[in-house]
């Protein structure tokens, strides 16, 4: 719908478990966010990469780990997660970081469990 | 240091009725000011911006917005309101001083009765 693909659209996962999100942008971006989406509480960025390079990480714990190979792909790597972890998970773009807008994925709804 | 306040949770509004959805907010430096809309078990879709230049700025689906500088606001309005228009309101912000991150309020649940 926006350019933005997730997958998987919905995760459960036990706290054992080791999975990855995965996001993809056919804008042609060199921006990519991940954010969490938490009931009653505003977005939260998790990460930022701007030309494949991490330019922000806003203190996630380390159970998240960021991927980004190349400028239209992004992944979320998970492992050892909380209950509290469970969240709908946001994947954007944008054409610089300055002042464009970004662009967003459906989001995947992750149930830890 | 940067904020946005969105001050109700929900607006009720009657379809073919105005929508205002407000939108305060704080930044140093001049302000990037962004709405996305968010409909049930979808990411945010971007409505309007305002960056520089006339205050009154519109957007998607005959949404527009008024940037007011004095009263740090960026409210967001549709003339008619449709039931097509409920969901969730985000009011975003971003300094220009800074490649400081997309400030997002907590949203407004917008319910649009026939």
């Known amino acids: 719908e926006t350019g933005v693909t997730q997958t998987p659209r919905h995760l459960v996962m036990g706290m054992t478990n080791k999975k990855s999100l995965k996001c993809e942008q056919h804008?042609?971006?060199?921006?990519m966010y991940w954010y969490k989406q938490s009931a009653k509480k505003p977005l939260e960025l998790m990460f930022v990469?701007?030309?494949?390079?991490?330019?922000e990480n806003n203190s996630v714990p380390s159970r998240f780990s960021p991927e980004c190979p190349n400028s239209s792909h992004l992944f979320l790597h998970l492992h050892t997660l909380q209950p509290e972890d469970s969240a709908l998970y946001l994947c954007?773009?944008?054409?610089?970081?300055?002042?464009?807008?970004?662009?967003f994925g459906p989001g995947t709804r992750l149930t830890v469990l | 240091a940067q904020s946005v306040a969105q001050p109700e949770d929900q607006v009720n509004v009657a379809e073919g009725n105005p929508l205002t959805v407000k939108c305060t907010y704080s930044?140093?430096?001049?302000?990037?000011l962004f709405w996305y809309v968010q409909y049930p078990n979808r990411g945010l879709q971007f409505l309007l911006k305002?960056?520089?230049?006339?205050?009154l700025v519109k957007g998607s689906y005959g949404f527009e917005a008024e940037f007011n500088k004095s009263q740090t606001s960026f409210h967001l309005k549709k003339p008619s309101a449709l039931v097509s228009d409920s969901a969730l309101y985000f009011c975003a912000v971003r300094s220009s001083d800074s490649w400081g991150k997309l400030q997002f309020g907590a949203g407004t649940q917008v319910v649009v009765t026939p």
């Open positions: 804008l042609g971006h060199n921006a």
């Open positions: 930044v140093s430096g001049n302000p990037y």
């Open positions: 954007a773009s944008s054409q610089d970081r300055g002042k464009n807008e970004q662009f």
């Open positions: 305002y960056i520089t230049g006339d205050n």
């Open positions: 990469y701007s030309l494949e390079e991490r330019v």
